[in-house]
């Protein structure tokens, strides 16, 4: 089932966010999550997949395999295109159509040192042309209610953005954020720019120290006091610190479903404990 049709549906969307196992990991290894998330019941997974040139791509074409096959879930597979010609594109669209796999979500990715850039692709909404006029896929993309990184402000990301879904996007997934209100604000200026698609909140619960810094870093989310304090708190006590984090995620998807939120997308970061305890947390609001 593809991926836009999941939102007719009169309840918010579930979905989860997965990446392939290392080089020297059997995919077999990513099974034991597999199992646990395929309980939660969630509309879709999303693989991610490598920016450029790298072996785990053909991991991830393999573990969205598994998912549609071995699980029974639909899966969305990420695709980033700065550093693949189209005819890699190509084959890759090829693999994912013998695998009877049609959603997309089309990246830009971002540029890879190690791998000489290629110039087929410059943005993401290249690549979403590319594949509307390749075949019948469901195309997502990427979103960000704080505004891309690399954008000189939001004005000019809301234009990029909607040149990206007039290519053909069908719905998209943010960035992660922890303050509901970034992306309420976001919500409001895409609906004034006239892009009526679907937009799945991406929540990313925090669990230890180091990836508070590191995502902050990142993406550019913006911390909200009362984050920035409770994480302060605890974060020198790694369980009370999984606790918090789980408490603060679980707030932020109740109030985005208060608010009629169009889905919640999880960044699991391939720790099943996470989603089932996220899951438990709203199941009788979802
Ligand atoms: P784009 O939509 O192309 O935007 C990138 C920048 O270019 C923005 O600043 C935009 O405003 C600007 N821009 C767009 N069009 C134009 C134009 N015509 N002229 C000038 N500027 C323009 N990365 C991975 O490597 N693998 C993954 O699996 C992966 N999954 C992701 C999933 C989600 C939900 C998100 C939010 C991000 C993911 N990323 C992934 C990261 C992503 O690849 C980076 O954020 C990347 O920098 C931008 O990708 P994009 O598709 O949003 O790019």
């Known amino acids: 089932m593809k ?5 007719q549906k009169k309840k918010p969307v579930l979905s989860f966010e997965i990446f392939p196992p290392k080089r020297d990991k059997a995919i077999q290894n990513i099974d034991e999550t597999l199992a646990i998330l395929s309980e939660l019941n969630p509309d879709f997974i999303s693989v991610t997949f490598g920016a450029g040139g790298s072996h785990t ?3 991830t074409v393999e573990l969205a395999k598994r998912i549609k096959h071995q699980y029974g879930i639909d899966p969305l597979v990420h695709l980033t295109c700065l550093n693949h010609s189209k005819f890699e594109i190509c084959e890759l669209l090829e693999e994912l159509r013998a695998a009877d796999i049609d959603s997309i979500l089309a990246l830009r990715g971002d ?18 042309k590319f594949i509307r006029q390749y075949g019948d896929f469901s195309i997502s993309g990427a979103c960000y209610p704080e505004c891309h990184t690399e954008s000189k402000n939001k004005v000019e990301d809301i234009a990029h953005l909607k040149e990206k879904v007039d290519s053909g996007v069908q719905h998209l997934i943010s960035q992660l954020f922890f303050d509901n209100n970034a992306f309420y604000s976001f919500q409001e200026h895409i609906q004034i720019a006239g892009m009526h698609v679907p937009v799945e909140a991406g929540i990313m619960p925090v669990i230890n120290k180091s990836q508070i810094e590191r995502m902050v870093t990142l993406c550019g989310a913006s911390l909200p ?3 920035s304090r409770v994480m302060h708190k605890y974060e020198d ?6 606790d918090a984090g789980m408490a603060y995620a679980i707030n932020q998807i109740v109030d985005l479903l ?3 939120v169009d889905g919640i997308h999880i ?20």
Do not use: W
Request: charged content about 30%.
């Open 3 to 7: 991926i836009e049709s999941k939102f």
């Open 57 to 59: 791509n053909n991991q």
């Open 111 to 128: 540029a890879n040192p190690a791998v000489e850039a290629k110039k087929d692709f410059r943005y993401a909404s290249d690549l979403v």
């Open 225 to 227: 006091e009362k984050f």
């Open 237 to 242: 006590n790694k369980e009370a610190l999984f």
């Open 258 to 260: 208060a608010h009629d």
């Open 267 to 286: 960044y699991t970061m391939n720790n099943p404990i996470v989603a089932k305890r996220i899951c438990d947390g709203i199941k009788n609001l979802i």
